[in-house]
């Protein structure tokens, strides 16, 4: 485990030690042009509400990109608990029938986080600069 201060390739690394275990999954996807005419849209929204109850459940966002492609981020606490998630028997069985009738393709990464930077604007201050 990379612990505040130390390096990475001779770079320091920064940590938020209560996020350095969280493990997000890129699941990049194209869909078949009749995903949706055969029920996409409900799997995949029944598949997110039952992400979003999951044990270390932390988020779940899609993009969608103009040539089509689709990119989902879904974040998980540990990777005991994306394991979990990723072996649950309704979500093995959506897995299948994605394979089966609804993507053209998809690939899969799963990435352990090692680091975090957050900026939020003020909104205090932005309000000085509007006037």
């Known amino acids: 485990m990379i612990r505040h201060g130390d390096t990475l390739l001779g ?16 699941f990049r996807s194209r869909l078949r042009d009749d995903a ?5 849209g409900e ?16 988020d779940f966002k899609t993009y969608a990109a103009p040539d089509g492609e689709r990119v989902s981020l879904i974040v998980f606490d540990t990777l005991a608990h994306q ?5 649950d028997p309704e ?17 899969i990464s799963v990435c352990q986080e090692l680091g975090q930077r957050h900026f939020r604007r003020d909104e205090a201050r932005r309000a000085e600069h509007v006037s």
């Open 11 to 26: 770079k320091a690394v920064r940590m938020e030690p209560e996020t350095a275990q969280r493990v997000v999954t890129v």
């Open 36 to 40: 949706e005419e055969i029920g996409y």
């Open 43 to 58: 799997l995949a929204a029944r598949m997110e509400a039952r992400a979003r109850q999951s044990p270390g459940f932390v």
């Open 83 to 87: 394991h979990a998630w990723r072996d």
């Open 91 to 107: 979500h093995r069985v959506a897995q299948r029938r994605g394979r089966d009738a609804f993507y053209a393709e998809y690939s």
